[in-house]
């Protein structure tokens, strides 16, 4: 019982990210060839935003802990970047499995695909040196390293906002892309709390109002 009351939000993130891939993969499974082009389309594009909701999980997990005091917040961190990494490697073998043969002549076909490239390849680097083992043996090049994940942010959220337009999901293709900005302003947020003069501003700003409704309580 005490493993599950200290872990129970590690359980549910991994139980639901794990629920997500299973049934992304069973409708795959099941695509209709008479509506391939489309099915394969609407796949990429939810295999694409789940890689970016996890990877903005993942950056919250910080400001949470720093700034309002969620502890519990830092063990999630890794499993959601971890499951970031996971959806971003099936979205790009989905989008492999879709062009077939045609990938093998133009990998990366245009300057939307590279983006996409260079967003899986940071978390793939990342996800490799995942580990304690690395942490110790990399050292300050590990932090280098992860902090990465900052540009990662950004590039795969302008891969996505360019891409997502060419993709078959109309009457979609708008409310996909308000989706997606919504998803860079949080971004920017997760980003903007970083900065020491405004993470030191949200912290006092806490502390003074959590001050405040203990005054009455305390007459």
């Known amino acids: 019982m005490?493993?599950?009351k200290e872990n129970w939000r590690w359980a549910?993130?991994?139980i639901a990210a794990t629920t997500i891939v299973g049934t992304l993969l069973?409708?795959?499974y099941k695509i209709d060839p008479a509506n391939e082009r489309f099915a394969y389309d609407r796949l990429l594009v939810?295999?694409?935003k789940w890689a970016i909701r996890f990877l903005l999980l993942s950056l919250a997990m910080t400001p949470l802990n720093t700034i309002f005091g969620w502890r519990s917040a830092i063990k999630l961190r890794k499993p959601a970047g971890l499951w970031a990494f996971e959806f971003g490697a099936m979205h790009f073998l989905m989008n492999v499995a879709s062009l077939?043969?045609?990938w093998l002549r133009y990998p990366i076909p245009d300057y939307y695909a590279a983006?996409?490239?260079i967003g899986l390849t940071i978390l793939t680097l990342m996800a490799l040196t995942s580990s304690k083992w690395a942490m110790k043996h990399m050292r300050r090049w590990w932090k280098r390293l992860h902090r990465l994940v900052y540009i990662t942010g950004i590039v795969v959220l302008v891969h996505a906002l360019?891409?997502?337009p060419s993709k078959r999901v109309f009457p979609h293709a708008q409310q996909i892309v308000a989706e997606l900005t919504l998803y860079l302003i949080v971004l920017i947020v997760l980003l903007a709390v970083r900065i020491p003069v405004v993470r030191v501003g949200v912290s006092s700003l806490r502390h003074r109002l959590a001050m405040q409704r203990s005054l009455?309580?305390?007459e």
């Open 2 to 4: 005490t493993w599950v």
């Open 12 to 14: 549910v993130l991994n």
């Open 26 to 28: 069973w409708q795959a």
């Open 46 to 48: 939810a295999s694409g």
């Open 100 to 102: 077939q043969e045609n």
């Open 115 to 117: 983006l996409g490239v």
């Open 162 to 164: 360019l891409e997502a």
């Open 216 to 218: 009455p309580a305390s």
